[in-house]
């Protein structure tokens, strides 16, 4: 490899079309740094972003699955929330029951709705957002049934909650079983043929199902996968919390999926496991950089911040698109490409998977 073709890969690794996110972290970083150091720098605020993103990484990891896919699942949040209602009624009403049980139900509950949801999207062929949208919805009833619309504290054995607290060399537990769950999507999702059969069905169905792949239930399957992640991210939280309340679960819908959407304009240009972990982790600090740097009144700064994220990485990635096709029409590669495995630039997430059915005429 010659020193101008080095050269050349090392500037399109370090591109600001693959890690502009990175760059974005360490502005901030630099920013807050220096405005405020003692709070900013300080211990205190890495274990609370730290230990706050842990529910919220699930659920992102949980949402990228099925959008991966070519699928919306809006009920993410209110799977985490079903799953800790379950958990805190049982736990306060039965305590003489297995709590390890009461979790695996939980957790199985949060798949079944996932089935559910998979269901309605392949078999009876409803448009995703809308299908998820509405089951949200039945999950919210459910478990505000389960609530009786009243907040519900878990009775819970002194271990259960000392692991929400817990830290192991200094990270906090919850957070490592976010990175474990990560670890496990991401070397299925790139260094296996299923990853690779899921991230086909999602860019050309059609093409995929002639080329021998089970769509169908890869879809389902992804639904399902989803369920349970949502499912265990709210025994997570109520390790930490402890409490079910009728506000818990969807407010984390919308930084989920900024996170999601964020990290897929990072590294390959599609959703992927590493890019979600630095955008919540970026964003979270951006947060807490603004919230600190108030005395009062910065209850705006989250919706904010996630709301202006969300639509930087919706242009963002239609701009690669549009240079992808572009690139393309004229018979060459930009430079800072992806390898020609991965899928076109920001194809994932600018097209919906209604439009998709338009043009394959298939689910």
């Known amino acids: 490899m010659s020193d101008g073709t080095a050269l050349r890969r090392t500037a399109s690794l ?12 360490g502005v901030i970083v630099l920013i807050f740094g220096i405005t405020i150091p003692d709070l900013f720098l300080s211990s205190v605020t890495a274990q ?11 659920i992102a990891l949980a949402a990228m699955l099925p959008l991966i896919a070519g699928e919306f699942d809006i009920t993410v949040g209110t799977n ?3 799953s800790l209602a379950i958990v805190c009624q049982q736990s306060q009403a039965h305590p003489e029951r ?3 049980a009461v979790c695996v139900v939980a957790v199985l509950v949060s798949g079944l709705v996932g089935l559910v949801n998979g269901f309605l999207v392949v078999k009876l062929r409803l448009n995703s957002f809308i299908a998820t949208l509405a089951m949200s919805q039945v999950l919210a009833a459910i478990a505000l049934k389960i609530s009786d619309n009243e907040q519900i504290r878990g009775t819970f054995p002194p271990g259960f909650s000392d692991f929400g607290q817990a830290k192991l060399a200094g990270i906090p537990v919850p ?3 976010s990175v474990v769950v990560g670890l496990v999507l991401w070397y299925v999702l790139d260094w296996t043929k299923l990853g690779r059969q899921l991230f086909a069905t999602g ?16 879809i389902i399957s992804s639904f399902v996968t989803s369920g349970l992640i949502s499912g265990a991210a709210g025994i997570v939280y109520a390790t930490q919390v402890g409490t079910f309340s009728n506000s818990v679960g969807a407010p984390l819908l919308f930084p989920a999926f900024a996170a999601v959407f964020l990290g897929a304009t990072q590294f390959n240009h599609r959703p992927n496991v ?18 600190l740097s108030l005395t009062s009144g910065g209850f705006w700064i989250t919706p904010l911040f996630n709301g202006l994220a ?14 992808s096709e572009k690139a393309s029409s004229d018979g060459k590669a930009s430079i800072d490409e992806p390898p020609a495995v991965a899928p076109p630039d920001g194809a994932l997430l600018s097209e919906t998977a209604a439009s998709r059915r338009a043009t394959t005429g298939t689910s």
């Open 80 to 82: 985490m929330a079903l």
């Open 14 to 25: 370090l591109s600001v079309r693959r890690i502009s996110v990175i760059y974005l972290l």
């Open 98 to 100: 297995s709590l390890f």
């Open 175 to 177: 957070l490592l079983c």
């Open 203 to 218: 860019m050309n169905r059609e093409a995929a199902r002639l080329s021998g792949v089970r769509t169908d239930g890869l």
């Open 48 to 58: 609370v972003v730290a230990s706050s993103q842990a529910v919220v990484i699930l």
């Open 310 to 323: 969300l639509i930087f990485a919706v242009i963002f990635s239609a701009r690669q698109a549009s240079q």
């Open 274 to 291: 590493w890019g979600t972990f630095l955008a919540i982790i970026t964003l979270a600090l951006g947060v807490q950089g603004l919230q």
